[in-house]
């Protein structure tokens, strides 16, 4: 079983930056592709982006592409997503997820409790 703990999340001013932390536990970090997904009020849960369990690939929704970057750092069981040049749409609530290859469409085994995000305008 694993647990995942978001932390980060702030209010920030459109056209700011942000960059939020998950930490894992309870499971073998480096096995796991890892993502990050997002809610906004009345919508729906949507992915955000996703890195390989090694960190050598990563992929990106069209709406965050080029602006926001998922990292990870398996000696510290931890997947970052810096967010940059954010716009009043980014405003949500944003998981961490652990899973497979197929993380991005929504498979998920593992997630966390989610952190705020909020951007003003």
């Known amino acids: 079983q694993v647990q995942l703990v978001e932390s980060g999340g702030a209010l920030v001013q459109a056209g700011g930056s942000l960059r939020l932390s998950c930490a894992a536990s309870?499971?073998?970090?480096?096995?796991?592709?890892m993502g990050w997904f997002r809610q906004a009020p009345g919508k729906e849960r949507e992915f955000v982006a996703r890195?390989?369990?090694?960190?050598?690939?990563?992929y990106y929704a069209d709406s965050v592409k080029g602006r926001f970057t998922i990292s990870r750092d398996n000696a510290k069981n931890t997947v970052y997503l810096q967010m940059n040049s954010l716009k009043f749409e980014d405003t949500a609530v944003y998981y961490c997820?652990?899973?497979?290859?197929?993380?991005?469409?929504?498979?998920?085994?593992?997630w966390g409790q989610g952190t705020q995000v909020t951007v003003s305008s």
């Open positions: 997820a652990a899973g497979g290859y197929a993380l991005s469409t929504g498979t998920v085994p593992y």
């Open positions: 309870g499971g073998t970090f480096s096995r796991y592709f």
């Open positions: 890195i390989s369990w090694n960190g050598g690939s990563t």
